[in-house]
């Protein structure tokens, strides 16, 4: 998906992550009237069939890759023994040596950070990943490589990708892509 900067990229994926919350009618994911739930089946539902891939990539620094892996994993209520070991093969499917499993997050290279956000959104094999502007950091050569592992792993896992963005150069990797302004309808006002 793609338009502009303002264009409301960002508040739909939001919206789809269940983060905000629809002021009229609702939002059906995977057969799941999704915007309806209450938080706590909203979350878990979120932890257990969605990745989010942040713009900002929103990892705790201080904490180890594992350990902001590990948290998406507890969430999603998976068993803590596999998490690192399907870390470490995520982390290689991502190009990234794992062992930066036990360094900080913070003391990752940006385009580090960035595979550790996309490991850490599949841990829990989700049916969606929705991914916010994840190359705006990036240089050209770092963008289409990254762009290249993202599809080959969404692939692999048979993940649905929704990923936004402005840069039209993106849409060559993707088979389909929607301008935002074509999903938006014109509210409808009454005078009082």
Known sequence: M???????????????AGVLSPTQGGIQLLEQEF??????????????HIGVVF????????????KNIQ????????????????????????KLDPDV???????????QQQRVAIARALIN???????????????????DAFMEILIEICQLTTTTLVFVSHDMYLRRFFDAS???SSLLK????VEC
């Open 35 to 48: 915007s309806s739930l209450y938080s706590r089946r909203k979350d878990k539902f979120r932890a257990q």
């Open 178 to 180: 929607v301008e935002i």
């Open 101 to 111: 499993l036990q360094r900080p997050a913070g003391s990752l290279s940006v385009g």
């Open 125 to 143: 094999a989700p049916e969606i990943l929705l991914v916010d502007e994840p190359t705006s950091a990036l240089d050209a050569a770092a963008r």
């Open 2 to 16: 793609h338009g502009a900067s303002g264009s409301g990229k960002t508040t739909l994926l939001n919206l789809l």
């Open 71 to 94: 948290l998406a994993a507890y969430f999603g209520g998976n068993a803590k023994s596999k998490v690192e070991q399907k870390a470490s093969e995520m982390l290689r499917k991502l």
């Open 55 to 66: 713009q900002q990539f929103n990892l705790i620094s201080y904490l180890s890759v594992l």
């Open 186 to 189: 014109p509210v409808e006002t």
